[in-house]
């Protein structure tokens, strides 16, 4: 997350400076760390049979409905990020990439919330939190860049096809 797009936001768009946004994050984090709830001490894991419907649920541990998608998400966004700087390809294939995510990630986030409170520390919820948080503001980023700068970002030598997509 933010591999491409901070440095492009900070760098060539100059919206705010890095100390600025370092600000924004610790304010929204110490916001989260007193708002998440206090652990359950003697939480047990809900006995469903689907993984997606007891995370959904908030019946697995926050570790469990975390880390998987977190890892696969980023590895998604990077992934499809090298290939649109690359030129390998579309803009609008880079966008239906993002579009097709959305979903996955309103489920995530869902579940990282429920599940919050089936930690050991406050703080591991806090984080979680504020990782779901940082996901919409990456695709917001994204969007910013796409609409307004993406001679920036994408390739448009190599993108014959969709070159109108970079004016």
Known sequence: MFFYSL???FNDIGLFRPMEGLFMAVV???VLYFSAPPPEQNWRPEPYDSFLLASWLGGVALHWAFWPFFLLLNASLLFADQLAMAGKITVSS???IHFVLLFPIAWWTVSVWRCS???HSRTWSALARFA???VPVEYAIK???RIDYPRIFFNCEDLL???GSCF
């Open 161 to 163: 096809l969709d070159y």
């Open 117 to 119: 409170r089936n930690t």
């Open 7 to 9: 440095p492009i936001l």
């Open 143 to 145: 969007l910013l860049i």
């Open 132 to 134: 779901t948080i940082a």
């Open 94 to 96: 880079w966008d239906e």
């Open 28 to 30: 929204i984090l110490i």
